[in-house]
């Protein structure tokens, strides 16, 4: 096994764990500051859940191997695409800003590839707008839509219940939503890196077929996730929590039962979205129910401002990063 290969897979352990923590907020934002769970409760279900999810599907990790590059990379383009990502990670924690990890990693290997290939042409433009940029226009409006949808029925259902009973009820219910979140995000966020490693490993030759996904790899991508959901990421969860909108336990469980919904429905269709995007618009939705102003909309507006630069700036970042290893390595 090759320096590069060995390199390869420790950056995309290391944007795994990024991933974790930076994401932990939309799993457990929403109960954590609706106070249905502890901070401690919260992260341990999140944990557990992410790797449960990383292990049952796969069908968004062959997408990311096979499905948006039409050429073999070489090694040092598939490390330049984490690195590329990683930074734009980074930087948008950094700055408390709950941007897409799936975007980053896929605007990063777009990047890349164009850099190392100089073309446009080996980019499966087709698989980049059914599997990308119609599931990052259509999952945020649906979450917006749903979250408001459900909010507006459950004013409707318990307008005449006293408002203790009603926290008390959705409190619990937030434990099996928050739950629901975190498994759908590991279905999703964890098969972005397996797909990476998976298209290294097949163009190192040590896997016959960049389609099969070794279990050892979901295991690790599914265990590094959790480790990074443990960690959590403070800043974003402050932002996702009560940024956005007041929330109360029947929000909390109204946006987090949408976000699982609208997930789960994405894997479904082997699409990486972004469960940031998601779970922000369900949020949205949910304060918009109660009424508009409830609804910070100048923070959304940074929000959906980082969600549109996701993609060309990590593209031109992977493509940095390509040109800056090649030029080191003397090709």
Known sequence: MSVLIVCVVIFAVIFEFINGFHDTANAIATSVYTRALSVGAAIALAAAMNFLGALVFEGVAKTISTGLV???LEQYVVL???????TWNLFTWW???PSSSSHALIGSLMGATIVYTATLDEIIWSGVLEKVIVPLLTSPIIGFLLGYSIMKLIHWT????PRGRVNNLFSRLQIFSAAAVAFMHGTNDAQKTMGIITLALFTAGLLD???H???WVKALCGATIAVGTSVGGWKIMKT????VTKLEPAGGFAAQATSAAVIGLMTGLHAPISTTHVITTSVMGVGSARRLKAVKWKIAQDIVLTWVITLPVSALLGGFFTVII???AGG
Do not use: D, K, Q
């Not at 330049?80 to 990683?86: M, R």
């Not at 318990?158 to 219940?161: E, G, I, K």
């Not at 996702?240 to 940024?243: A, I, K, L, S, V």
């Open 209 to 211: 077929s960049p389609e």
């Open 240 to 243: 996702m929590g009560g940024g």
């Open 80 to 86: 330049s695409t984490l690195l590329g990502a990683i």
């Open 213 to 215: 996904i070794p279990f």
């Open 326 to 328: 090649r030029v080191f």
């Open 70 to 72: 039409a050429t073999t």
């Open 95 to 97: 700055r408390g800003i």
């Open 158 to 161: 318990f307008a005449r219940v």
